[in-house]
């Protein structure tokens, strides 16, 4: 945790009481990708740029669709790269509002995808360009729902 962070924690236990366990512990996101992959790092920027730390790791790319299978993500809910935060799986260009929301309302599921790489998700392009692109939930049993949809620009 940062230093201010840390400060901002104490201030908010003063001032309301006990801070909740997501505010007391950092954000942060595990991302697994394949080497040289930008999309991926700018993703991740978009990430820390919305109050998340990361911490990333290269995969050969089998080795990282065995990873995604092995999680739970169904093959039609595959994307480039994969992140894990608070027991949830995030495959693909999610934006961190979602992620944040995912943690807020802590569904029974497996976790968030976006799949496939529209254009202005994030990562992916220009938002005020984008196509249109739902976030979809994955269910433990592999089902998926729209968990948020997002119109083109």
Not at 82 to 90: F, H
Not at 120 to 124: A, K
């Given at each position: 945790m940062s230093r201010r962070a840390a400060i901002l924690a104490a201030a908010l236990?003063?001032?309301?009481?006990?801070?909740?366990?997501?505010?007391?512990?950092?954000?942060?996101?595990?991302?697994?990708?394949?080497?040289?992959?930008?999309c991926c790092v700018l993703w991740i920027r978009h990430l820390e740029e919305n109050g998340f730390e990361t911490r990333s790791e290269d995969m050969i790319p089998g080795m990282l669709m065995r990873y995604?299978?092995?999680?739970?993500?169904?093959?039609?809910?595959?994307?480039?790269?994969?992140?894990?935060?608070?027991?949830?799986?995030?495959?693909?260009?999610?934006?961190?509002?979602?992620?944040?929301?995912?943690?807020?309302?802590?569904p029974d599921a497996i976790g968030l995808s976006v799949p496939g790489m529209p254009y202005?998700?994030?990562?992916?392009g220009p938002e005020d360009e984008r196509d249109a692109y739902d976030v979809y939930l994955i269910r433990k049993d592999g089902s998926t729902e729209v968990f948020t949809s997002y119109p083109g620009a």
């Open positions: 236990v003063l001032l309301t009481g006990p801070v909740p366990q997501a505010l007391a512990e950092p954000l942060l996101v595990d991302v697994f990708k394949t080497r040289g992959c930008g995604k299978l092995d999680s739970g993500v169904p093959q039609e809910m595959v994307s480039c790269h994969t992140g894990r935060i608070g027991g949830y799986v995030i495959e693909g260009h999610v934006p961190a509002r979602d992620i944040l929301r995912l943690l807020d309302e802590q202005g998700s994030p990562g992916m």
